[in-house]
């Protein structure tokens, strides 16, 4: 029987699941190998249980926790599909500011004052805080980045259906750069987060003229003490190194750090 | 079965993607209709406030994040804006290059769009995932188009989504030359798919309903409006500046969606196609107005499910206009430009026309030259209230001649017309009757 495989998505720009239907050279081998059973795109949510659920996007509210619990309930291997699901992405940094006041500056107060009257909708307005999917439920896979990498996409249903276990290296963006012989990004000028940050998308970012922002996440080994000094020394300011840190890293341990 | 004993409740959870989740709610007693709502359910996130304290630079990079199928758009209409506080005017090259850009995008999500949506509805498949085994012609085709379109973007921005090499004043890396021939080839060879998507769509059984409303998108006075333009209604036949925005968009609130409703001249505006074809008509390619005639597109025209067919006519137009500009970039190469900057305080304002409408971004920066303000305004959420007008309209027409089944899909279809997302094949309705 082939595996049955379910896209879930939560708070996201949904282009982690585009990436996925990006993968045209071999989207149609892959739906010759798997049953998708749930997408929300394209079928009805009914199937009681799947082989492996990939989970988009980042969890905000306590409806979204109790629909994060069941599909985790009802999955062999559960997938956090990108940055959002894995690291809480760029709109973690919300979380360094009120709900109340985060949607004041989107509706304005009068607005969101009257917005939040209806008591049959309130369950919609409930916003806790930004929370990756691992601050919920036990993950079996990250598939990194915003977006995540289709190549990696495909090693790990490649490994989940031939009944290996996929194996994503922790090697840091760097070394990919290095390897890529880009001109380092500090020696154009630039401050980068490619030594701290893990690879596996090619420094895509840096061979293409910019820096690292660590949308991948932080390596576990790596030496952020080190990595400070070196932004300090490049003349960064300690606010602009939080500002950095805050741009795709602010629900990592990193991003929370608070130095005066 | 009589009219007066139509007793609908339909309630369709997490219905489309309308930048993510949204559910239709519409009951109807004895025949008269009670309720039609359309809900708006997506978790915030924020981006208007937690942009505060970001580099001018940071910006589009981050803002585009806003929508993976957007992305592009966004992130322009954000570097606009962000230039436009910080004084910057760009060179005709980087124009050049951006309007390549958008309309790469405008391919991939028009192409999207039909093909996921309307092809099944054609092959009276409940998705497109079926078609795979029944009519692999047409999904192969499909997949061909849209891999084309996205090479075209990654060949412009670096990657397909979330690109990296769009900035402040240029390109941090311009595009390759070589690569860009190569897209020129793929594209004039890409003419027979066209003709056949084309030929597919003037099959399709367009629900004839009409209901006119105010048409809102850019116009410019020597192209049709993408890039650039003021901000036209067809309702004044007249133009605003695009720092007049708010003017435009009269946001307001309601308890039943996590978006902000626009409305100007009456209780609802459209954006998107059908909006601008409607108002840019005559500026379309010549290629383009002869599809929209072969596809029985009559400006204006008033029934919103042709919104499929002003992409069709508006994939036609950018592939042409591509092909115009490729050659003007292959004959006059690129040269490598400064885009350094040092932030500065300022407020500014951009907007683009995305596949779905008009988007409106709009930045301050503080003296320290850190964002101190942000707003953007999506298509979409300027769309939602004309949809619920148009259910609202179209429902009680509908409910004499059709089944709860019947009402159901032309529900479904009216949103999949306004939302070019693959994943608005709305085929997932839980319909039930009160009685």
Known sequence: ?????????????????????????????????????????????????????????????EEDVERLRGIRARSTYLVALGACACIGNVQARSNFIA???????????????????????????????????KEIVPVDFELRGCPMVPAEFVHLVKALVSGSIPHFPANAVCVE??????????????????????????????????????????????????????????????????????????????GQEIRR | MKNDTKTYNIDVHHVTRIEGHGNIRINTRAGVVEEVKLCIVEANRFFESFTRGMLPQEIPWVVGRICGICCVGHQLAATKAVEDSQGITVSPQTVLLRKMFN?????????????????????????????????PEVVKRALRLKKLANDYTAVMGGRVIHPMSNTLKGWRKLPDLAQIEQ????????????????????????????????????????????????????DTQKAVPVRNYRWVTNEFTVP???????????????????????????????????????????????????????????????????????????????????????????????????????LFHEYAF??????????????????INNIEQDMKAFVPQMLPNMSKEELTLHMEMLLRAYDPCISCSVHMLDVEFTD
């Not at chain 2, 309309?103 to 078609?131: K, N, R």
């Open chain 1, 1 to 61: 029987m082939k595996p049955k495989v379910a896209f879930f998505d939560f708070a996201g720009c949904e282009g982690c699941q585009l990436a996925v239907l990006n993968c045209e050279d071999v989207l149609l081998d892959i739906l010759g190998l798997v049953d998708i059973v749930e997408f929300r795109e394209a079928i009805s949510e009914t199937a009681p249980r799947f082989d492996v659920a990939f989970i988009e996007g980042s969890i905000h509210r």
């Open chain 1, 99 to 133: 709900p109340a006041e985060n949607f004041k500056r989107v509706y304005g107060e009068v607005d969101r004052n009257q917005a939040q009257t209806d008591p049959e909708f309130w369950p919609l307005w409930a916003h806790t805080r930004v929370r990756a999917v």
């Open chain 1, 177 to 254: 750069c290095k390897a890529n012989e880009n001109e380092c990004a500090f020696d154009r000028g630039e401050t980068c987060m490619g030594q701290i940050t893990y690879g596996g998308c090619g420094a895509i970012c840096v061979t293409n003229g910019y820096r690292c922002d660590g949308c991948r996440g932080v390596l576990p080994h790596a030496n952020l003490a080190a990595h400070r000094q070196l932004l300090r020394e490049k003349g960064l300011s300690d606010a602009l190194i939080q500002n950095r840190y805050r741009l795709f890293c602010s629900a990592e341990p990193l």
């Open chain 2, 103 to 135: 309309e790469s995008q405008f391919l991939q999500s028009h192409v999207l769009h039909v093909y996921f949506l309307a092809v099944p509805d054609f092959v009276g498949a409940p998705s497109v995932l079926p078609l795979a085994s029944s009519h």
């Open chain 2, 183 to 234: 897209i020129r080839d793929r594209l004039l060879a890409a003419v027979p798919d066209v003709l056949e998507t084309i030929a597919i769509v003037k099959t399709l059984k367009i629900p004839q309903y009409e209901r006119e409303t105010e048409y809102v998108s850019l116009k410019h006075p020597d192209e049709y409006a993408l890039y650039d333009g003021d901000v036209f209604s067809s």
């Open chain 2, 256 to 358: 039943h969606s996590t978006t902000k409703w626009s409305r100007w001249h009456r209780d609802s505006y459209a954006v998107g196609a059908l909006a601008r074809v409607n108002n840019n008509f005559a500026q379309l390619r010549p290629e383009a107005q002869g599809v929209a005639e072969t596809l029985g597109l009559k400006v204006p025209c008033y029934n919103p499910y042709m919104n499929n067919v002003a992409q069709v006519v508006e994939i036609v137009h950018c592939a042409y206009n591509s092909l115009a500009m490729m050659e003007t970039v292959l004959n006059g190469g690129l040269q490598a430009e400064d885009i350094s900057h040092t932030p500065v305080a300022g407020r500014g304002f951009g907007a683009v026309e995305v596949p779905r409408g008009i």
């Open chain 2, 366 to 383: 503080d003296e320290t030259g850190r964002c101190s303000d942000a707003n953007s305004i999506i298509p979409t959420s300027q769309n």
